[in-house]
């Protein structure tokens, strides 16, 4: 049963629009939220983060929005540049128990932004 | 420079062949964690460690075994049980504090053939 759940396997958009990713948990519990990046054959980076504390986090062209009635989180990148194309995981976190750092992934969504 | 270390970046082995896969971070970081990657699929977690010399069971870690005799290296042996062993694995690290956020290696690609 997946705990993490990105139901779009891929997402297309033209440079300089919004691009906005979801991403669904079930439980209740978890209290971090992170959104990586990743390009083929390599490690994912980190991108941004929320806590279950708040409901918005902004850096730069990239904004995290949670959800917790909903138990839903997005990542909305604006503009949105070629350089974005990779794919998108996101990860959540019982930080507040004895596992920190333990992640639970979703399946990952393939962003890609056309010139 | 800081970071993590997985090497090599490529590996083949022959089936029913033991493997391992070396993981070395210089972040002072106290969690390790491996986790695997297949195609179309979210990474799942082996096994982590938050300190040396103790490590846990994540949620797949039937076949793999792991070490943690050093702060610095958490290295994964894909034993000759583990059904399915070719995927993309990745070793993390992280450090006890506010933030969860694992800081991750480039990864092993380990075909078995």
């Known amino acids: 049963d997946q705990q993490v759940k990105q139901n779009s396997p891929s997402l297309s958009v033209q440079e300089g629009r919004i691009s906005i990713l979801n991403c669904d948990y079930t439980n209740s519990m978890f209290d971090y939220f992170l959104w990586y990046k990743k390009y083929p054959a390599e490690g994912p980076t980190f991108l941004i983060s929320i806590s279950s504390i708040k409901d918005k986090n902004e850096d730069g062209r990239f904004t995290v929005f949670l959800n917790k009635s909903a138990k839903h989180l997005s990542l909305h990148i604006v503009p949105s540049q070629p350089g974005d194309s990779a794919v998108y995981f996101c990860a959540v976190s019982n930080a507040g128990g004895t596992s920190y750092g333990k992640l639970t992934f979703g399946q990952g969504t393939i962003l890609t932004v056309h010139p | 420079d800081g970071g993590i270390t997985q090497s090599p970046k490529y590996l083949f082995r022959k089936e029913g062949q033991n493997v391992t896969l070396s993981c070395e971070q210089n972040l002072n970081h106290d969690a390790m964690y491996w986790y695997r990657q297949d195609p179309g699929q979210g990474l799942r977690l082996i096994y982590y460690?938050?300190?040396?010399?103790?490590?846990q069971k994540g949620d797949i870690a039937e076949g793999y075994s792991v070490s943690r005799e050093k702060k610095e290296s958490f290295p994964l042996t894909v034993t000759s049980a583990q059904k399915n062993p070719t995927a993309f694995y990745l070793c993390?690290?992280?450090?006890?504090?506010?933030?969860?956020?694992?800081?991750f290696g480039q990864g092993t690609r380990l075909t078995v053939v």
């Open positions: 460690s938050q300190i040396v010399n103790d490590f």
């Open positions: 993390a690290s992280s450090i006890k504090g506010a933030s969860p956020e694992a800081f």
